[in-house]
């Protein structure tokens, strides 16, 4: 099958874009794959291995290397989640291995004060406050309304007992200023990665998104760097490919700001980070960002940067 082709008859520009990014047959082939389920147990409601062995009755459990040993494939497919009593108890959480990845990096521990700027639907809020064994304080915010009642009823289900929601465009956090331990952006973005999850986010692509967010992923880096005490670590992630929405945003805060940034080490496949692009040419520190393509380690495609205020 010609994915690549396949790809053309959906949305032209698309193709014609990210052709130039990742030269691969293998890019346009696991764009087209659907994703593999995964989970994460949920350590606030009940023992890893008791969730574990539960589920093991049913399926067959791959663990995901990057996470701290809570997150799995599932490698029978025939699953509805929507049917098993371990999520509608909230002992598992389905969420997609490659976006387990940002509160790995994020490392919150407890008795921090973590603020979560895009936390809807909440997946990402629920691993940090796992992490933190239920003790601090997260911020969760997100600029919508309705998501963020999906977020409550599902930081609710899940058992966190340390979160506030909050509902404000995230650059409000800015008045903030040196206040947070720790910080995720998990930014609003173009969603490329999502085409796997649904190929509306294929038809619905257009340079017009990626320009709109870019500007916006601009505005809140900026805030949440300012929110961010000294010492403090912020991750900034997207779930899409575009460098203006991935390298362009974190070399902005570079230049604009005293930020570092650290190199990621997980046991995981990625590609080169993109140090130049349409003429311009970024911060060779950007080499120390992650770019995960969906061929890398066949999940969704995903951009993280672990960036640290000096003191
Ligand atoms: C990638 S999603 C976040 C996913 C979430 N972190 C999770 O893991 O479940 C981005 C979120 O940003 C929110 N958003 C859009 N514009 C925003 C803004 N200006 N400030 C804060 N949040 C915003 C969207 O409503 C959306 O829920």
């Known amino acids: 099958m010609e994915y690549l082709e396949e790809f053309r008859k959906i949305n032209e520009k698309l193709v014609e874009r990210y052709s130039k990014l990742d030269e691969s047959e293998?890019?346009?082939?696991?764009?087209?794959?659907?994703?593999?389920?995964?989970?994460?147990?949920?350590?606030?409601?009940?023992?890893?291995?008791?969730?574990?062995?539960?589920?093991?009755?049913?399926?067959?459990?791959?663990?995901?290397?990057?996470?701290?040993?809570?997150?799995?494939?599932?490698?029978?497919?025939?699953?509805?989640?929507?049917?098993?009593?371990?999520?509608?108890?909230?002992?598992i959480i389905p969420q997609e291995a490659s976006s387990m990845?940002?509160?790995?990096?994020?490392?919150?521990?407890?008795?921090?004060?973590?603020?979560?700027?895009?936390?809807?639907?909440?997946?990402?809020?629920?691993?940090?406050?796992?992490?933190?064994?239920?003790?601090?304080?997260?911020?969760?915010?997100?600029?919508?309304?309705?998501?963020?009642?999906?977020?409550?009823?599902?930081?609710?289900?899940?058992?966190?007992?340390?979160?506030?929601?909050?509902?404000?465009?995230?650059?409000?956090?800015?008045?903030?200023e040196n206040t947070f331990d720790k910080i995720l952006l998990d930014a609003p973005c173009s969603s490329v990665g999502m085409i796997r999850k649904n190929f509306k986010f294929a038809r619905t692509w257009s340079m017009g998104k990626v320009y709109y967010h870019s500007k916006l992923q601009k505005r809140l880096i900026l805030a949440a760097y300012k929110a961010l005490k000294p010492g403090g670590v912020l991750v900034y992630s997207t779930c899409t490919v575009d460098p203006l929405e991935n390298e362009e945003v974190v070399d902005f805060l570079l230049q604009k700001t005293d930020a570092k940034l650290e190199k990621i080490n997980l046991p995981l496949k990625s590609t080169e980070p993109v140090l130049e692009w349409e003429g311009k040419k970024y911060s060779d520190e950007l080499k120390k960002t992650l770019r995960i393509h969906p061929q890398d380690n066949d999940t969704e495609a995903f951009y993280i940067a672990k960036i640290r205020k000096p003191r």
């Not at 919150?108 to 639907?121: F, I, K, R, S, T």
């Open 26 to 91: 293998d890019f346009w082939k696991y764009l087209y794959k659907p994703l593999r389920p995964s989970i994460r147990i949920n350590t606030l409601k009940g023992h890893l291995n008791e969730i574990k062995s539960l589920l093991e009755e049913k399926f067959e459990l791959e663990p995901i290397p990057w996470t701290k040993g809570e997150g799995f494939f599932i490698k029978r497919y025939e699953v509805n989640f929507g049917e098993l009593i371990e999520y509608s108890l909230g002992l």
């Open 101 to 176: 990845i940002p509160p790995v990096v994020l490392d919150p521990q407890p008795g921090e004060l973590v603020l979560d700027m895009a936390a809807a639907p909440g997946s990402k809020t629920t691993q940090i406050a796992q992490y933190m064994n239920n003790e601090g304080c997260i911020i969760a915010n997100d600029a919508k309304r309705d998501r963020a009642n999906i977020l409550i009823s599902n930081l609710n289900k899940a058992g966190v007992l340390i979160a506030k929601v909050t509902v404000k465009d995230g650059a409000y956090f800015r008045r903030y």
